[in-house]
């Protein structure tokens, strides 16, 4: 098969491919014919594809968490949404198509590229109840971002990533979710210094705890309530 083109010159360590998979069962039982998939490492922050690059596979989250951001006009990074293991992604190559947006790894992930020419009747289904599902993710991303001052949608992209494998649980069961001030800002359409200040503001109030690049949720049930608008 045949990967997506890269500059190697922009990101040395992009790929790093794993053996490929010989063959690859879908959730609808059926296989794929050999090395249509091939299986690829991605290690914390690195880029699997650039807006504007050539679109020659689509993607499948085998573990970790990926996530789609977009450029605004004034250079802002923002987060579009977020992928999940079993998520299909980069559906752009069922058009012969470009990137229009940027997929990275938050975490380490395993990642499966898979030719969309050798895509079947039943792979298209599970690929189409996959967007179906990202779909209904996004509407309520978007009602997150939407509704609410700045600190509740801090408070309930806490609690989302929380979820995900970007989230660790301590002794206690409280989850230590691997993330930058400026990642939340960009998960939260604001900037790093205002939700630095939110960030201060919950963690003096005991509902969160924070240290380099990590946020524990100390209080997930005042949170939450935060999250509410109570």
């Not at 977009?70 to 992928?83: K, N, Q």
């Amino acid at each position: 098969m045949t990967l997506p083109a890269r500059s190697t010159a922009l990101r040395p360590e992009a790929l790093r491919p794993l053996a490929p998979v010989a063959t690859r069962t879908t959730e609808l039982g059926t296989t794929a014919p050999e090395a249509s998939v091939q299986t690829l490492t991605f290690q914390r922050r690195q880029t699997l594809y650039h807006s504007g690059d050539a679109a020659q596979s689509v993607f499948r989250v085998r573990d970790g968490l990926v996530r789609i951001t977009r450029m605004t006009p004034e250079g802002r990074v923002l987060t579009v949404r977020h992928l999940v293991p079993g998520d299909f992604f980069g559906e752009e190559a069922m058009d012969d198509g470009r990137r229009e947006e940027v997929a990275e790894a938050l975490t380490t992930a395993q990642v499966e590229a898979i030719d969309p020419a050798l895509i079947n009747q039943q792979d298209l289904m599970a690929i189409t109840r996959s967007l179906s599902h990202q779909m209904q993710r996004l509407m309520d991303y978007e009602y997150h971002l939407q509704t609410g001052d700045l600190r509740q949608r801090v408070a309930r992209y806490l609690l989302t990533l929380a979820d995900t494998p970007l989230a660790k649980r301590d002794a206690a069961g409280r989850a230590t979710i691997s993330a930058t001030h400026e990642l939340v800002a960009e998960g939260t359409a604001s900037t790093r210094e205002s939700v630095s200040k939110i960030i201060t503001e919950l963690r003096a109030e005991g509902l969160i705890a924070s240290g380099y690049r990590s946020i524990t949720i100390a209080d997930a049930d005042a949170l939450a309530e935060v999250a509410e608008g109570f």
